[in-house]
């Protein structure tokens, strides 16, 4: 009686070993998750955005240790084969310019660094969801590391330069 349990145990075991679905890590770049997301790519970008909250910031980081604000955009938008270059001054000049009225989930959002008063980009996120008078993006933060905002808090709002199109 007991080898049988245990021959059962063993083979049920092996069944749930091996009849998982491959984490989304373990994906080839650019292979979308679901049929649903091949068809809408914004989405998709979104959605895999939205999978790395809560990894710390790092200065100059580009990979799931730690990501700096340039470096997350880069790392996600890489996914889909778009390569973009890591600094956020530098991505500024990709993509089309698009009204802050009319920006979209998967658009970049640029602000001005640390100052209110400089004329430099110095921060990207993605935005993530829109409505009237709304804005939420996602980015890597100093503090907070990969989390959201919005374009409406103070902070955000004193700094925004931007919205550019790239997808």
Not at 44 to 65: C, D, M, Q
Not at 106 to 117: C, E
Request: hydrophobic fraction near 40%.
């Amino acid at each position: 009686m007991h080898f049988s349990i245990r021959f059962a145990v063993v083979i049920i075991l092996f069944f749930a070993a091996t009849t998982y679905s491959t984490p989304s890590y373990a994906k080839a770049p650019g292979t979308p998750e679901t049929a649903a997301d091949s068809l809408n790519p914004i989405q998709s970008l979104v959605t895999f955005a939205t999978r790395h909250l809560n990894i710390p910031y790092r200065s100059g980081g580009s990979s799931k240790r730690g990501f700096d604000c340039s470096g997350f955009v880069r790392y996600c938008f890489n996914q889909w084969n778009i390569t973009l270059p890591h600094s956020s001054a530098a991505q500024a000049q990709h993509g089309e310019n698009v009204e802050l009225d009319d920006a979209k989930p998967g658009d970049l959002i640029f602000f001005k660094g640390n100052s209110t008063k400089s004329k430099h980009i110095g921060h990207v996120g993605i935005i993530t969801e829109v409505a009237p008078g709304y804005v939420k993006f996602i980015h890597s933060a100093w503090k907070g590391g990969i989390r959201y905002d919005l374009l409406n808090a103070a902070y955000y709002s004193k700094r925004f330069v931007a919205v550019k199109r790239v997808l």
